[in-house]
């Protein structure tokens, strides 16, 4: 555990017991019972899927994989946790760790998962539940707007939750640096993330979202599920997306890399793409247009594409045009924090909704930075064949360098970001990375 993360925790639950007081007096309510959330089975069998606890029961505990479990919140009294923790010889029980959060709740160890009986008063109930749970006239189940004003707290983030967040990109560029040099040694998806995950310290269960490791023509496919257990033939590229957990906070980290293979055409794309990731990151200010900053990514990536040659018309025609949304089809990034698409990402501070622009459905994040926020910057080029099919006899593109490059699937390079006052703190360590 790095250093000074008991007193950070502590200041962090100081601020949440403030704000939830506020939040909860706005909304006449007494409390919130948070309930953390329990995993599901699959259709017709036994076996449960992967768990993650509710992002708010996690804001108070960290605990991502803490199942079944009830946080009582009053304010003005102790936070109370049940926690489901039965004894069992088929599971080992649930057990909390040695963090100072631990020492400001009313802690109960229970056999059964029910919810805490309430006291009196006016309650709302929040997370994966039936109202059969509760059967309480007084309890509000679900209230849109109170879930709303609680995601809005989640939006800046604590000092405790900035050095969370790079902790949790400190240990996921570890398994990023291996991941590479699996891919050079010319080892199997498969394998990469095998290397991934040994250097990370993390087992795939514990990961924030499925990684994404494209060898080749696979990094065009942009949440690419799978991992070829064979070598590949010839190694023109990796895109690999994966991420770690630290205390419940996630990093999402995409790195590209150019293989012995690659085409001379290639390399100078992504070194394309990385300089243009830079200028984003160092563009980022409180204030500034997300929506704006997502559009002058795609001015950016239409100047390198002309001059790489893989787009031959003007930058004016095809600025005009929106022709690199056939290249890049995502969005510049998202909110980051206890989830990987965090929370409020289109909803203004005051909870109304900030649709997307037309052109660009796929931009998750639709609002003005704020010092504190947290955000991914991601440009990316693919050769995606049916994005890119209606353009091939426009006289738009080279079809010949985009068939050159259409082997290679696709760059991407994705940092964790701090949004402060002073500009952008860069979560994500670049120091050690050659192409």
């Known amino acids: 555990m790095p250093p000074g993360f008991d007193a950070l925790q502590r200041q962090h639950l100081d601020a949440l017991e403030s704000a939830y007081a506020e939040v909860l007096a706005r909304h006449q309510l007494d409390g919130v019972l948070l309930y953390s959330g329990h995993p599901r089975r699959h259709f017709a069998d036994d076996q449960e899927a992967n768990f993650a ?31 489901h923790a039965p004894r069992d010889f088929w599971h080992l029980p649930a057990r909390l ?62 000092e405790y939750e900035v050095a969370c967040l790079r902790e949790a990109n400190r240990c996921a560029m570890t398994g990023h640096h291996a991941a590479r040099q699996a891919f050079l040694a010319g080892d199997s998806e498969l394998d990469i993330q095998l ?21 080749n023509t696979h990094g065009g496919v942009l949440h690419y599920q799978h991992y070829d257990t064979a070598p590949p033939e ?41 300089a243009l990731q830079k200028q984003l990151v160092a563009a980022l200010r409180p204030g500034i247009s ?25 930058v004016v025609h095809a600025q005009a045009s929106g022709l690199t949304r056939a290249f890049c089809p995502h969005g510049l990034g998202h909110l980051l924090g206890l989830q990987v698409h965090d929370v409020a990402g289109r909803r203004s501070a005051d909870g109304l909704p900030l649709l997307p ?55 991407r390079i994705e940092d964790n970001v701090l949004v402060t006052r002073q500009g952008p703190d860069n979560l994500t360590s670049t120091t050690t990375e050659t192409e």
């Not at 991934?196 to 514990?206: D, F, I, M, T």
């Not at 895109?239 to 690659?262: F, K, N, V």
């Not at 997300?290 to 003007?314: A, K, N, P, R």
């Open 290 to 314: 997300f929506i704006d900053l997502h559009q002058q990514m795609h001015d950016g990536l239409t100047e390198l594409l002309v001059e790489q040659g893989v787009i031959t018309c003007s």
């Open 53 to 83: 606890a509710f992002g708010h029961f996690q804001h108070w505990t960290g605990q991502a994989g803490l199942a079944r479990s009830w946080l009582l919140i009053c304010p003005g009294q102790v936070s109370r946790l049940k926690v």
């Open 195 to 215: 290397a991934y995950l040994g250097a990370s310290r993390q087992r795939e269960a514990a990961l924030p979202y499925s990684s994404i490791v494209g060898v």
């Open 97 to 158: 760790p040695d963090e100072a959060w631990v020492g400001r709740f009313e802690i109960i160890l229970s056999d059964d998962d029910a919810p805490p009986v309430l006291p009196k008063g006016r309650f709302a109930v929040l997370g994966d539940v039936s109202q059969a749970c509760l059967d309480d006239v007084s309890v509000v189940y679900q209230p849109e707007a109170l879930q709303a004003d609680l995601d809005e707290l989640r939006v800046r983030k604590s």
């Open 357 to 411: 622009p037309s052109a660009d459905p796929a931009l998750r994040l639709t609002r003005e930075l704020e010092a504190g926020m947290v955000v991914t910057i991601e440009p990316g080029v693919y050769i995606i064949p049916q994005l890119i099919e209606p353009y091939r006899d426009s006289g738009d593109i080279d079809a010949s360098v985009v068939q050159r490059l259409a082997c290679h699937g696709g760059i």
């Open 234 to 274: 010839t190694c023109h590229s990796l895109l690999m997306d994966a991420g770690q957990r630290y205390r419940g906070y996630c990093a999402d980290i995409t790195r590209t890399w150019s293989g012995p293979d690659a085409d001379p055409a290639f390399r100078p794309l992504v070194n394309g793409v990385r």
